[in-house]
RNA sequence: GCCGAAGUGGCGGAAUGGGCAGACGCACGCGACUCAAAAUCGCGCGGGGUAAAACCCGUGUGGGUUCGACUCCCACCUUCGGCACCA
């Protein structure tokens, strides 16, 4: 008999193998073609969770395979090392940043290291060293000198309560509340950096091919292109007032216009008779936050400010209002509002009986009539009350949303002087100042002679301090820390002082695909040698919680590098290398997947019978049993009693739900006693199950699942097969801690398959062809699961092949050099999925180190395809009779057979077929009578 | 409201370009082994129907195209995600 399968003493050995050997080392190798597979890099939490591991190991299977075709695969891993949760301990459990960072790094390498990746260590990245903000600091130098950087006044949220900045992700609910102590937050003006991204708003509209629907979608969304025309309206002092319209086409139809709050030409237009309602307005505007503004539901409000605009296309005399469903941040604050065809308008003019005019009459319909619309028509027509141009036609053409009249008015619009064509975007550029500490810190200096002026390069990189004080004062530390704050002047050599806000983290990951290439390169940000052979990256695989903003923002640094000039050295060695540079560098990922992610494993609460005295509505329990019916509930004691299903517990307190529906609160102390069947009598409250629905893990809910616990109890390889098999990789779904059974036998089947060796049976010739066909069929489906990152289907047919290869060794009736052959091929598909029992396998079956450098198994089809067949056979549309035929059957005996068949007669009824189809490539015979 | 994705057994899921619905697993049931349990092995496992078959129904709902629809078209429902007074 064989040994048993023991992953805890097979996997921590051949680790400390293949790192000695450095396997899993990329070198640059021009005779090879590259590849560059990527996952999103993990934020250092401390603890490597089920889903670093979801997203991680797949990724790693795929790149395992790549790898095993021949590709000189890169497939590096770093830590997005500053940020928040840094701080946070720092100011909760007084542990410095950098120790709590480097320390939860230090410990998530060893936890990654159990996950038998292939990740090449040397290639490591954290962007909290010196080493690498230093770069980040200096893309930050680069981008000013280029005019992609500058400084303006902006709004952030502050919490008043911790008396500090907050950033988006720690504003939470609906009410805008501070994560921490749940006081309201309010915005504060602060001067800060932003980069130029909307200069690239078109071209983030072209995304690469290879990149989900779902992603460009939403990037698409969000850069929020729309053209339309820029019209100047004048007040009657003769202030112009230009407004964004998508429609210049119903210009006719402005009998108001609108200005927001914050427009600057409120004040001036403002009558005097209007003055103090305006004022008290736009008070009312400037308190509320944004929230506020649109949470009040559909309702506009507005106030005449009792000035007047001429319209330019009529020399129409128009009311200015105030109010605030026009958004300062969009267009240019000001509209022209056109209620017959605009709903907004069209509400607002409702509440406040202003003048609707219809300029687009559609065709095939009543007549609009102003009079009793119900609300705005902005569809398709033919224009009306527009002097010269009545009659002009306005339909959408096919290909978006501009009709023909809005080309005639703009062309119009511009040989008039009074307006041009004009495209809007909903992108707003990228602040990335933060009123941090852990973080980087931008590399400005502020000179009262010299005004705001870069550290020079030579200088960098500007270094964190260490010893700051974490008091929530509401500004970084830095600012406070006389030694960073105090400098001297870079240009005139007079005292200044130091930015003391850092950089988004947001930053640091918008490189690391280049840092990874030369982590400890000191000659730029990553060493064009290497960039030439390796980028740009091929795969790149996360969540799609960053469609938005990490692949926005990555995308616009790559851009803002080939235009500042950066991949110039670059290009030069690839071009020396005989690579096809064009466009080489407009995109930093050619191709992108993203997973879905683990939620939490549902269950249902213990059902218990608690015994004790009620006081007011809840029960003081002396006794609690679980039980596993409501049908058997033990006897009744003279006590008050409660039973039901435990939905929640905190502390000591439990909430059960009975069976007609109602929750009641049961207290316990330390008196309490306990019965759980699963504990024996002496359970304590913690071992009470309660309820938990499908969502997301979190420490609070009691549902998080711990890797390193299934990597002590299953093996490492068990659990990236089980990740793999159990759920479709892109949508993710809940934790089931009992499927993983499954792959935990299909291991032990291979192991033990393995080890036992061929069968001593003489070969039959038939068995033999059968046995290499499944794995033939199996190669097909493996590879085709890992080129569509369908990991559960590749998974499912390597389990299916171990069937096969059960099924043979149990028959007995296959020879040596046949079973030889199949299981050398199963180990082989297996080592992208479960790395380390291939590897023992591998090597107790005679083979020489390492399988993970083998070439990957050909498909031969010949060898795939199928002798017989079975032929479908339809009468009527419906299956009637299923026939195994050969393979090379031809059409009219396929047709023949079929209509001999006994169960198909019955179904024709004795009536002659009106039509045979035969589909050769599927095996089916239709026949219609 | 707009944009996008998805609805298949008790559960996770599979089904190449319209062609055998439910691969592979989990759970469950029955049986074997065992003093017993676990592990393991064998059989079964969408619903109805039958002694067994035959047969009928079945991929969110309602229509349509087709010899044939999980797959294509139209309308709708539900769930999830993104954006949201964007002029």
């Not at 050997?21 to 993990?42: E, G, I």
């Not at 079929?898 to 002659?912: D, L, T």
Request: charge should be negative; hydrophobic fraction near 40%; proline fraction near 6%.
């Amino acid at each position: 008999m064989a040994d048993k399968y023991v992953p805890q003493e097979i996997e921590p050995r051949w680790s400390v193998r293949w790192e000695q050997d450095d396997l899993n080392r990329s070198v640059v190798d021009p005779d090879r073609q590259k590849f560059y597979a990527m996952t999103m890099l993990p934020y250092p939490s401390g603890d490597l969770h089920i889903g670093h591991w979801y997203a991680m190991t797949p990724s790693d299977a795929r790149a395992r395979w790549l790898r095993m075709r021949g590709y000189n695969v890169l497939f590096p891993m770093g830590f997005d090392a500053f940020g928040l949760p840094a701080e946070n301990a720092a100011i909760q459990r007084g542990i410095h940043p950098k120790i709590w960072t480097y320390r939860n790094v230090e410990n998530m390498r060893i936890q990654m290291r159990t996950m038998g990746a292939m990740f090449d260590w040397e290639r490591e990245a954290v962007s909290s060293d010196p080493e690498y903000y230093k770069w980040t600091q200096w893309f930050f130098l680069q981008f000013y000198k280029y005019g992609l950087a500058y400084r303006q006044k902006a709004a952030v949220d502050f919490c008043p309560n911790c008396n500090t900045t907050l950033a988006r992700e720690q504003v939470w609910g609906e009410d805008r509340h501070c994560e921490r102590c749940g006081t309201p937050v309010i915005k504060k003006e602060l001067e800060q950096w932003f980069f130029r991204i909307t200069k690239y708003a078109d071209e983030l509209l072209d995304h690469p091919q290879d990149w989900p629907e779902r992603v460009k979608a939403m990037q698409t969304n969000w850069v929020g292109r729309s053209e339309g025309a820029h019209v100047t309206f004048r007040t009657e002092a003769g202030d112009p007032i230009t407004v964004f319209t998508t429609r210049p086409d119903t210009l006719w139809g402005a009998t108001f216009m609108v200005l927001a709050p914050e427009h600057p030409l409120v004040e001036k237009v403002t009558s005097a008779d209007q003055r103090a309602a305006v004022r008290s307005y736009v008070d009312a505007a400037s308190r509320k936050s944004e929230i506020d503004r649109t949470a009040e539901g559909k309702e506009k409000t507005g106030v005449f400010t009792g000035g007047y605009a001429i319209n330019p296309v009529n020399q129409e005399r128009i009311p200015i209002w105030v109010a605030d469903y026009v958004l300062i941040s969009y267009g240019s604050g000001a509209i022209m509002a056109v209620p017959a065809h605009d709903q907004r308008d069209f509400e607002f003019a409702r509440k406040y009986h202003l003048p609707i005019r219809i300029v687009i009459q559609p065709e095939g319909v009543d007549d609009l009539n102003p009079d009793n619309m119900i609300e705005a028509w902005p569809g398709e027509g033919v224009m009306v009350n527009s002097g010269q141009f009545d009659g002009t036609p306005a339909h959408y053409s096919g290909d978006g949303r501009k009709n023909e009249a809005v080309g005639v008015v703009t062309a119009w619009l511009e040989e008039q002087g009074i307006g041009h064509g004009a495209v809007n975007y909903r992108l707003r550029d990228w602040l990335i100042s933060r009123q941090r500490y852990w973080g980087a810190p931008i590399p400005m200096v502020y000179c009262e002679n010299c005004g705001v002026v870069p550290v020079p390069e030579s200088d960098l990189p500007v270094l964190l301090p260490e010893d700051v004080d974490f008091k929530p004062t509401g500004e970084s530390p830095l600012r406070y820390h006389e030694g960073f704050l105090h400098t001297t002047c870079p240009a005139c050599g007079g005292p200044a002082t130091r930015e003391t806000d850092t950089m988004d983290t947001f930053m640091c990951s918008s490189w690391y695909q280049y840092r990874y290439l030369s982590p400890h390169y000191d000659g730029g940000p990553f060493d064009p040698e290497e960039g030439a052979y390796w980028l740009p990256v091929d795969q790149y695989t996360g969540g799609i919680e960053h469609a938005t903003m990490h692949l926005m923002y990555t995308r616009f640094f790559t851009k803002a590098m080939r235009d500042c000039g950066i991949f110039k050295p670059t290009v030069a060695v690839a071009e020396a290398m005989g690579r096809d540079t064009v466009h080489l560098f407009d995109e930093p990922m050619v191709a992108l997947f993203n997973q879905g992610m683990i939620l939490g494993e549902p269950r249902t609460g213990d059902l218990i019978v608690a015994e004790g005295a009620f006081e007011g509505g809840k029960l003081n329990a002396s006794h609690i049993t679980v039980i596993d019916s409501l049908e058997n509930v033990p006897g009744t004691a003279s006590l008050g009693r409660v039973v039901g299903e435990v939905v929640s517990r905190k502390e000591l307190v439990l909430n059960v739900q009975t069976p007609d529906g109602r929750s009641v609160v049961v207290d316990t102390d330390e008196s309490t006693t306990f019965a759980v069947p699963r504990k024996g009598e002496d359970a304590t409250i913690e071992d009470i199950r309660y309820h938990l629905e499908v969502e997301k893990m979190s420490k609070s809910k009691g549902n998080v699942v711990a890797p390193d616990e299934l990597v002590a109890q299953y093996g490492a390889d068990t659990v990236r097969a089980y990740l793999m098999f159990a759920f479709r990789w892109e949508q993710g779904g809940p934790w089931d801690s009992q499927g993983i059974q499954g792959v935990v036998r299909w291991l032990n089947d291979v192991w033990a398959l393995v080890n036992a060796g061929a069968p001593s049976g003489a070969g039959d010739d038939a068995a033999e062809r059968d046995l290499r066909r499944k794995v033939h069929q199996a190669i097909r489906k493996v590879s085709d699961g890992l080129e569509t990152f369908g990991f559960n289907t590749a998974v499912a047919a390597l389990m299916e092949l171990k069937n096969n290869l059960q099924d043979a060794q149990r028959a007995g009736n296959v020879s040596r050099a046949a079973w030889d052959e199949a299981v050398e091929s199963l180990l082989l598909l297996m080592a992208p999925f479960t790395p380390f029992i291939t590897e023992e396998l591998w090597q107790r079956t005679g083979h020489d180190y390492s399988i993970h450098n083998q070439p990957w198994p050909e498909y031969d089809p010949e060898a795939a395809a199928e002798e017989e067949m079975t032929l479908v056979v339809q009468v009527n549309g419906k299956v009637r009779d299923r026939i195994q035929v050969p393979v090379d059957i031809s059409e009219d005996d396929a047709k023949r057979v079929a209509q001999e068949s006994p169960a198909v007669q019955r179904h024709m009824n004795g009536k002659p077929p009106r039509k045979v189809i035969y589909v050769a490539q599927r095996g089916m015979v239709s026949i219609v009578v």
